[in-house]
């Protein structure tokens, strides 16, 4: 059984990104190990470590050195090494250079293509303990950092400056240098409570000893846990529940080494701002948990997290409390002078605001959202004038102080100034929803209003933004046009809104005329759209090929779509479903390379054999059972009903020959086979159903 060590890697360093931490952590873990596994190493367990100034990775019983290997490398024919008098030709003396042995020193492999000359070596394997620096370089060297920067007169880069590494196998050091710095083992701990060099005798050590010596939680998600029982404690003690946003929690977990919870208070005055406010100033610039009662109302303390046990925490709760006290008094005159105006009065303001430079200003944009909301309130039987009102007022907020001051609230705070304004419940709280959904889990808009809106304003930005050529490229898309059409789907199908999306985008290019010909876009926008289909079903976890079996068919009402999907993928539990599917691909390669065109339809007086002149009356009995059922999308009950086909379809191959020598014969079943066809077409396409 080979030796086996841990191996422990530190990178030690001033505070690293906050929100980048755990993607460098990831990244160095897997880089590591990539690079061990490249050099046929493996260890049994590995574990990363990430902290403010430090990235760590552990990897258990890993093996002492590499397994020696045999090198094996064919080179030549024999028929190409040799003459016919034996000797090697250039062939076989190049071969042989290349390996760095004469040709007598090469050996024959004969395999079923023949025989050839082979060179066979036995290479020993390294150390572990030579390897680690080259692979640790690499792995740091390949990290993903958008800008590196230089300290000292070292021209050495990376994302902060580097003052330590430790590199160790078992209870041995690691004897290289990585980023010009030797490398060794000693750690560092908690910059305040203990930055005295901690010596680590075993890999195995590392995270008790800086838990119990160095006040440091080198392990991540430990810390993370940590930060969330200390907040919900303090938030509990004053009689709240801690608001713990996931992204603020991971972002407070890497800035902090030694989790502290303390909570502090606000005066009850700053209540009466939108909370909205409040919580965004907390959360977003001061890194604090707000504090909640059991409905969501705020109240009026927070929790912060520091990063010192202090001696006397009351000066820690005094500091924060006077951090927070100006932030919330600039946020109070804020809601009190956007208040002396109304919503619809800052529409002048928008006219010298540029969405984009060749589509126009944010009230030329809202302009032509609110034609396109009209419209689209009218093919769905809603209310026009709700539609668009919201439409004309949705980027007024925009002109406030507050959102000027808090970008983050931008629809929230139009939803409050609409309120205050006297606007109807549709149109206020379309202000906010038009925003939604915001992200991958993010719910749709929950009002008629607010999901028109949204709709509306998506398909103006993806149809303008194609119409002036800058549609996304690889992996760069600067208007986020993948994330609104993906917004646009769900909006569609998960707002069961039964709206041609082609249509939609036709008039939607109507509205862009003054400013660009979006009609020779459309076409690029809606397939651009539809394609966005295949990830949103694939975190649905619906199968590819039953997204192509209805795509086939190009539905060009998503919801329609949505029916379709749903209905192939009950149907393909069905026990006719495999031979069905199986039919409809032969039937679509004989119809291929039928020559001359097919019938339209069947002529019951050529029907000759008892097999087709069954299959052609089940046809006839399926299309009047199905017909009206697909004219009401019950796309589940039509195939359902058209599984019945099997047996007919099954016998007539068995029975039939379909490619007859008589023409006349010959088509006729050619028509027949089209027309089953076309009734499964109606759904989907089903010879794409691996």
């Known amino acids: ?24 952590s990831k990244a160095f873990s897997d880089g590591i190990v990539a ?83 082979v060179f066979k070596k036995e290479v020993k394997g390294k150390a572990t303990q030579e390897l680690v620096a080259d692979i640790v370089s690499k792995s740091l060297s390949a990290l993903p950092i958008p800008k590196r920067m230089r300290w000292g007169a070292s021209d050495i880069e990376f994302v902060r400056p580097v003052h330590w590494i430790v590199m160790m196998l078992g209870n041995e050091t690691v004897d290289a240098e990585v980023m010009g710095i030797k ?42 846990e940590m930060v969330r029982q200390q907040a919900e404690a303090a938030a509990k003690a004053v009689g709240g529940v801690a608001h713990i946003d996931n992204n603020l929690l991971d972002e407070v977990t890497a800035l902090i080494e030694w989790p502290i919870a303390v909570s502090g208070s606000f005066d009850k005055e700053f209540l009466d701002i939108p909370q909205e406010c409040l919580i965004s100033s907390m959360q977003d610039h001061q890194k604090y948990f707000p504090v909640v009662d059991s409905s969501g109302a705020l109240l009026p303390y927070f929790i912060t997290i520091a990063n010192i046990d202090s001696k006397n925490p009351d000066a820690v709760r005094q500091g924060n409390e006077r951090v927070i006290r100006p932030r919330f008094s600039d946020a109070a005159f804020f809601w009190q002078q956007d208040g002396k105006v109304t919503l619809e009065s800052r529409r002048e303001a928008t006219k010298k605001i540029f969405f984009q430079q060749k589509l126009g200003t944010l009230f030329e944009k809202t302009e032509r959202v609110a034609e396109l909301s009209q419209a689209i309130a009218k093919q769905l039987g809603a209310n026009t004038s709700d539609a668009y009102r919201a439409a004309t007022l949705s980027k007024c907020d925009l002109m406030s102080d507050m959102v000027g001051e808090f970008a983050e609230l931008q629809g929230i705070m139009g939803r409050y100034y609409a309120q205050r304004d006297g606007e109807t419940a549709e149109v206020a709280d379309a202000m906010q929803q038009q925003y939604q959904p915001a992200f991958a889990d993010d719910v749709i808009p929950a009002s008629m209003t607010g999901k028109i809106l949204s709709l509306a304003d998506r398909l103006d930005t993806l149809l303008g933004i194609f119409a002036i050529g800058l549609k996304p490229t690889g992996s760069k898309d600067p208007y986020a046009l993948r994330r609104a059409a993906i917004g646009v789907l769900r909006i569609l199908i998960e707002g069961e809104l039964s709206l041609d999306l082609k249509a939609l985008l036709t008039i939607a290019a109507k509205g862009l005329s003054n400013k660009v010909d979006a009609s020779a876009a459309v076409d690029d926008t809606y397939a651009f759209i539809m394609e966005r289909l295949r990830a949103y079903y694939k975190d649905k976890k619906i199968a590819g090929d039953v997204v192509d079996a209805v795509a086939s068919v190009n539905p060009s009402r998503p919801l329609d779509f949505n029916q379709r999907v749903k209905a192939v993928t009950q149907f393909r539990e069905l026990d006719a479903a495999e031979p069905l599917a199986a039919a409809n691909k032969r039937i679509g390669n004989i119809l291929k390379k039928a020559k001359g065109t097919i019938p339209d339809a069947v002529d019951t007086s050529v029907l000759v054999e008892d097999a087709e002149k069954t299959l052609y009356q089940t046809i006839l009995k399926q299309s009047e059972t199905v017909s009206p059922l697909f004219a009401d999308a ?57």
């Open 1 to 24: 059984m080979a030796d086996v060590k841990d191996v422990f890697i530190e990178i030690g360093t001033e505070e690293l990104p906050p929100k980048a931490l755990l993607t460098l």
């Open 35 to 117: 690079g061990f596994n490249d050099a046929s190493l493996q260890a049994k367990e590995v574990i990363p470590y990430a902290a403010p100034r430090r990235l760590a990775v552990l990897l258990k019983d890993m093996p002492t050195r590499q397994a020696d290997q045999l090198v094996e490398r064919r080179g030549p024919a024999i028929k190409a090494a040799f003459d016919d008098e034996g000797n090697p030709s250039r062939a076989a003396q190049g071969f042989a250079g290349s390996c760095g042995v004469d040709v007598a020193d090469l050996e024959r492999m004969q395999t079923d293509k023949g025989e050839w000359l």
């Open 634 to 690: 019950k796309y589940t009950e039509a195939l359902s009903s058209l599984a019945d086909l099997r047996a007919d379809v099954d016998n007539f191959f068995d029975s039939v020959m379909v490619m007859a020598d008589d023409e006349a014969l010959k088509n006729n079943r050619l028509a027949l086979l089209q027309q089953m066809r076309n009734l499964f077409l109606h759904v989907a396409d089903l010879s794409r159903l691996q």
């Open 183 to 224: 490398a060794g083992n000693e750690t560092r701990g908690h910059r305040f409570h203990h930055p005295e060099k901690i010596p680590l005798s075993h890999p195995a050590d590392y995270a008790k000893l800086l838990k119990e010596t160095g006040y440091v939680i080198a392990d991540y998600a430990e810390r993370r």
